[in-house]
Structure formats: C-alpha cells, structure tokens
C-alpha cells in the first residue's frame, strides 16, 4: 500500500469521529435551547394562570363589596328615617308609613329552617343509599338523574305544583287537626323549599361517603361490624364535615328562595300565629312590593330588606364555616 494512500486513510479516520461527535453535541445544544424554550413557556404560562386567577379571585370580592355597598348607599334614607327599629317593628304598612321588618325576617327563618329539619332525613338517606349501598349500577344512575332533576326544575314550577297538589293536602290536613284551613302558609312553604333544597345535600353528601377509605370500612367489617354499625360510626364520623357542608348549602338555598315561596306563603304582612299561618318572607315581599313602591322611604325600606337578608345570609354561612372547621380539626 502506497504511503500516501495510508496517510489519507488515516487522516479520514481521524475526521470521522470528530465530526460524529461535533454532530452529537450540535443536537445536545439545540435540544438544550428546546427544553430551555419549553421551561420558558411553561413558566409563562404558569404565571400568566396564577395572575389570571387572582384577578378573577379579585373580581369576586370586589362583586360582592359592590353589592353591599350598594345595598348600604340605597338603605340609608330608611336607616336615617327608621332607626334599628326597624328591624323590630311589627307592623308592615306602606300607606301609613309604618315599616317593621320583624314579622319577615321571622318569616324568612321559620321556613328556611322548617324546610331544613324536614329535608335532612331525606337526604341523608338518599346520599347513604347511592354512596353506600347502590353505588353503581342502572338504579344508581336513574336515581342520581332524578335528584339532578329536581335541582334543575324551575322553582316557578314549584309554586305551580305547590298550588295545585300540595295546599289542597296541606288544607286537608289542617282541617283534621283543627287548625283554620288556609292551606298556604308557612309549612306548605317549607314543604315546598324541602323539595327544592334535597339535591344539595345528598348530592354533597354521597360524594363524600363514596371518599371514604375502603380500609377503614373492611377493617370495621373484618372486626365483625354491621352494616349500619359501619355506617353510623366510620362513615358518618369521617364525612361528618362534608355532610355539614352541604346542609348549610341547603340553607343557603332556602333563604334566598323567591318565587315558589311567594306563591304558597299567604304574602300577609303579620306575625304568624303558627306554622300553618299566612305569613311572608323578606325575598317574597320585596318581590311582591318593589314594582309598587312609590315613596323613597318605601323603596329605601324594601331594599335594607334585601341588606338585612344578605347579611344574615352572610351570619348564617360564617357560623356554618366556623362549625365545619371545628369538626374538620377534631
């Protein structure tokens, strides 16, 4: 073999790895800048998220600052003329200028809270039964369909159905038990709100009984434990926060309830007697009254109506915040 020919092979098999290995480290940088660009991007867009989510968090607070100073600046000519008084007075008369809001305010609550005691049962057997014993399965889902449903029906179709089943039965009732019969009032109201106010809670409530650790319930199965006994002390203590939860949603709910309400209710401006007396709440009379309102005094009086209920709604959900963090702590 010539000696040039060898001294050309051998510079060629020298040049080959270099330019392999410049080759090798050209892709390694350009993947470096790729995943550089990438990181870049996915911290801009992190950051871009997070500012976006403040200012939607901002939003909210400041929609909520807005009603209620809103609702303050429109109060102030009844507060200035009407006093705290106001929130004790009895009497409701728009002609004579006399405005009491005492006889709603118990109204408001005396359905909301009915309605609660009457709905709890209910769904905490409903949330119970599809979290704990029909999970899955073509029951499972009809049934979880239906108590959609019936969160989703509108709550004028309520009033409707109110006024043609349940006061006649509502009326029945009365007259057995010898009580006048009106049939609308106060408890054919709750009924009403009950109904409406089912979904939330059992919806809530069996997501969280279908959270609970399939662990803690063989090891109480495997001790020897019940049905019902795994129910009542594994599931109820570990969901108990949840369960809360979702009844102080229901109570949300059924304070804020208009329409259904003021179709059954009586719309009368007076301290009920009883649970089956006409009676009215402060969402049913500002808006039965609102478009009527013809003195500034008068619409001043209905919206610290609407301030008085904002706030105890506001009350109501903080105690309920306090009592879910408490037993979520426990």
Do not use: H
Request: cysteine-free.
């Amino acid at each position: 073999m010539d000696a040039p020919f060898e001294q050309d092979l051998l510079t060629r098999s020298s040049e080959i790895p270099m330019r392999v290995i410049n080759s090798a480290k050209t892709s390694e940088v350009v993947s470096t800048i790729k995943r550089i660009k990438r990181s870049y991007r996915q911290i801009r867009t992190e950051n871009v998220f997070k500012k976006a989510l403040v200012i939607m968090g901002l939003a909210m607070v400041v929609l909520v600052l807005g009603i209620m100073l809103t609702l303050v600046v429109e109060s102030l000519p009844s507060i200035k003329a009407l006093g705290v008084k106001y929130l004790w007075g009895k009497t409701w008369d728009p002609v004579q200028d006399i405005y009491g809001a005492f006889p709603f305010l118990l109204g408001t609550l005396l359905t909301s809270f009915l309605a609660l005691i009457i709905s709890i049962p209910f769904s905490f057997s409903v949330a119970v039964f599809l979290g704990e014993y029909y999970p899955k399965g073509w029951l499972s889902d009809f049934l979880k369909n239906t108590v959609e449903l019936i969160a989703a029906v509108p709550s004028v179709i309520y009033g409707f159905w109110g006024l043609a089943v349940l006061v006649p039965i509502v009326r029945s009732f009365e007259s057995k038990i010898g009580v006048e019969p009106v049939g609308v009032g106060i408890f054919s109201s709750a009924l009403i709100l009950a109904v409406m106010i089912i979904p939330y809670a059992a919806s809530l409530g069996r997501s969280m009984i279908q959270m609970v650790p399939s662990q803690l319930k063989e090891g109480a199965y495997s001790l020897g434990a019940t049905r019902w006994e795994v129910i009542r002390s594994v599931v109820f203590p570990y969901t108990k926060s949840g369960l809360f939860a979702g009844v102080l949603l229901s109570l949300g709910r059924a304070l804020g309830e208009t329409m259904a309400v003021t179709m059954v209710i009586g719309n009368t401006s007076i301290i009920p007697k009883n649970i089956f007396a006409p009676g009215n709440t402060m969402a049913s009379v500002i808006a039965n009254e609102f478009t009527e309102a013809d003195k500034s005094v008068y619409i001043s009086a209905l919206i610290e109506l609407g301030l008085v209920l904002f706030l105890v709604t506001v009350v109501i959900n903080m105690i309920g915040k306090k009592i879910i963090s408490r037993f979520t702590n426990e």
